[in-house]
């Protein structure tokens, strides 16, 4: 049925997350192994990969036969019966994530994450301003590689002065160099001291020194089901969390709006003459073109699809950016289109991992887009030196310079 949409290649389909071809387009393998090799195997890198939506979802859902337990990352520093150190509760099964999830979520509620609207609009503006004194500007170096980790700032009450030094060591954290698929030493060091850096705020707080009253940190320290409260290495595991998961893919779902917007000048006309309308470009650049691609599992027992059998404790990715462009899930998926029905996406996991920071990535997006198309009436990319990140999971640009014509 699927096949008949498209002819079947004579040669088998090869899919490595490591190839730079695929960091350019991973959507026509994607295709191929939705529709040839739908549970697909690749024994040099040593995974296995479920590419269909409904496969995708229902492995999501089922903690019990794919566990988080060695992590969700390819990279080879961070998989391993270790990963929920650097990882935190993102690399733990039930009971012991059902655990530290409630009790984290006892801060990180929404109603703390409405509250952060004004900080982040008040960020949004400051750095768009600054980029916009400039003729050309980076779109991602200069405004949205710049206010998702200002806003995991503002979130656990870091202090103003602190912040940019912050800024800094995260961005060495998730840098990978060409060609290196590991976190490189600098990115241990910056890691190291992050964590150095929050253990002493903590310790601040604990001891009562001023900071500012209701952050995050403290609602963290407060934090008590049952009289069972999180320890301080709980604390800071769940803070370097934030930073790894819940930064470079807000900064890249920035990026790919802008992007795809200007790739598809019909549908960016509309967030660019009607505010209403930027949730929408939100929401498409997710399903379209999602920052994270790639979450891993380990298999908890053998598992049979498609006519194969997957032997306990083997690799299995989740193909988010396959799912998002599956045709049984949204109609017409290769075109890029804010008029559809976008919610079934998957770009934000499903089950009990899902994104503890969805909202607030919606929220940061909206925001930031809302002043851009605000300040901007149009632009233009230069393609030529645009840099794609090359990353296991992460996909969008590096640099994307542009130059604006505001209003
Ligand atoms: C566009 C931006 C984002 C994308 C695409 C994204 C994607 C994801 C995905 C796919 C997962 C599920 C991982 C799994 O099932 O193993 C996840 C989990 C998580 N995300 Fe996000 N995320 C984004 C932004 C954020 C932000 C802004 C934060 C917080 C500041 C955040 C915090 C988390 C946390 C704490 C988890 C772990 C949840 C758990 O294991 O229970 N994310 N994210």
Redesign the pocket.
């Known amino acids: 049925m699927r096949s008949a949409q498209r002819p079947v290649s004579s040669n088998p389909v090869v899919f490595s997350p490591y190839d730079y071809q695929v960091h350019e387009d991973p959507y026509p393998v994607y295709a191929r192994l939705r529709a040839d090799a739908p549970l697909y195997r690749n024994d040099e890198q040593d995974f296995w990969a479920l590419s269909r939506h409904a496969d995708v979802t229902a492995a ?1 859902r089922d903690p019990g036969r794919f566990s ?1 337990a060695n992590g ?1 990352s390819l990279d080879p520093a961070a998989w391993g019966p270790q990963a929920s150190r650097t990882m ?3 690399a733990l099964d039930p009971p012991r ?1 059902t655990r530290m ?1 409630a009790l984290v979520s006892k801060g990180f509620t929404p109603r703390r994450v409405r509250g952060l609207a004004g900080g982040i609009r008040a960020l949004a503006r400051r750095h768009l301003a600054a980029a916009l004194r400039q003729d050309t500007f980076d779109f991602v170096g200069d405004f949205a590689g710049r206010l ?1 980790m200002d806003v ?1 700032s503002e ?1 656990i009450g870091v202090p103003e002065a602190d912040r940019a030094e912050l800024r800094r060591l995260a961005d060495t954290v998730v840098h990978r160099e060409d060609g290196l698929f590991d976190v490189p030493q600098a990115g241990m060091d910056a890691a190291l001291t992050l964590v150095g850096y929050y253990a002493g705020m903590l310790a601040d707080r604990r001891r009562g020194a001023a900071g500012p009253p209701d952050d995050l940190t403290c609602a963290l320290l407060a934090a008590g089901i049952d009289g069972d409260r999180l320890t301080d290495d709980e604390i800071i595991g ?1 803070l370097f ?2 930073v790894v ?3 470079e ?2 900064t ?2 920035l990026g790919n709006a802008a992007y795809w917007g200007w790739r598809n000048p019909d549908q960016l006309a509309k967030p660019m003459n009607d505010p209403a309308r930027v949730g929408a470009w939100v929401e498409e650049t ?1 399903r379209y073109d ?3 691609q790639i ?1 891993a599992r380990t298999v908890a027992e053998d598992f049979t699809s498609h006519g194969q059998t997957v032997p306990a404790g083997q690799r299995l990715l989740l193909l ?1 950016g396959s799912a998002n462009r599956d045709a049984a899930a949204f109609a017409d998926p290769d075109r890029y289109d804010l008029d559809r029905d976008t919610s079934a996406l998957i ?3 499903a ?8 909202s ?2 919606r929220l ?2 909206q925001i930031a887009l809302t002043e851009f198309a605000r300040a901007v009436a149009r632009y233009e990319i230069d393609e030529a030196r645009a840099e794609r990140v090359h990353s296991v999971n992460v996909r969008g640009f590096a640099a994307l310079p542009m130059t604006v014509q505001v209003r």
């Not at 089950?351 to 969805?358: P, Q, S, T, V």
Request: some cysteine; aromatic content about 12%.
């Open positions: 999501f988080s969700v935190s509760f993102l994530h999830r998702p995991i979130l769940f969390l934030l998961a819940g930064n893919t807000t890249k779902l997710l999602a920052s994270s979450i988010i770009s934000f996991g089950g009990r991992h899902y994104c503890l920071g969805a607030l990535a940061e997006a």
